[in-house]
């Protein structure tokens, strides 16, 4: 159906909070019929990611900032085993978090530190609906903060949440809503 993409922190104090959280949000999306796409990182993406394939989830797609398998593992030390399979892009974080985003119908965003920060930031920049799944801490709790204070962002494409099946439930309506007359191309 759609592509759902989970960000969220790799490392930090919000994983240990959300690592529960991550795992129930990648078992929802697979239970909706969506796919998973995440960074190809640890922490709570990839938790995501587990969740996801013990869902029985139809495929997992990791975007890695790496250029190869062997940088991905070696290099930055990134997990492999949850993935049906991983794009190795060679554009490091930055580039790999803008692809990653704009690749996505989607995104279930999850506690979080700087580089989640940014790929809110893309999706407002780009209008791909984000959803917030709260109780992890790190900036997903800071981000009601910052719709406020900045007046230009599409704040209808953001939802808070507290349940994971709620919230796929609410993006994939929102979805729907913006894709009813390509709905055919989704099918």
């Known amino acids: 159906m759609y592509q759902f993409c989970v960000s969220g922190a790799a490392k930090g104090t919000s994983v240990e909070e959300g690592k529960a959280l991550a795992r129930s ?3 929802a999306i697979a239970a909706a019929g969506h796919s998973l796409m995440t ?3 640890t922490g709570l993406p990839n938790y995501s990611a587990m969740g996801y394939k013990e869902a029985g989830g139809k495929m997992s797609l990791g975007l890695s900032p790496a250029s190869t398998k062997v940088e991905h593992v070696v ?3 990134l997990p492999t085993e949850s993935y049906d399979t991983i794009l190795f892009t060679g554009l490091h974080y930055v ?15 999850i506690g979080g530190r700087m580089g ?4 809110f930031t893309i999706a407002m920049e780009t209008r791909t609906p984000i959803g917030f799944l709260q109780g992890a ?3 997903s709790e800071e981000i009601q903060q910052i719709l406020n204070i900045l007046p230009d962002l599409h704040k209808e494409l953001v939802i808070f949440e507290n349940d994971p099946d709620e919230l796929v439930a609410k ?3 929102l979805l729907n809503k913006l894709h ?3 709905r055919y191309v989704y099918n």
């Open 25 to 27: 949000a990648g078992r």
């Open 39 to 41: 960074g190809a990182t």
């Open 75 to 77: 290099k930055y030390r």
């Open 95 to 109: 580039g790999r978090d803008s692809l990653l985003i704009t690749s996505a119908d989607a995104v279930v965003s």
């Open 116 to 119: 989640t920060l940014h790929e």
């Open 137 to 139: 801490g790190g900036i």
């Open 171 to 173: 993006m994939t309506k």
């Open 180 to 182: 009813k007359p390509y």
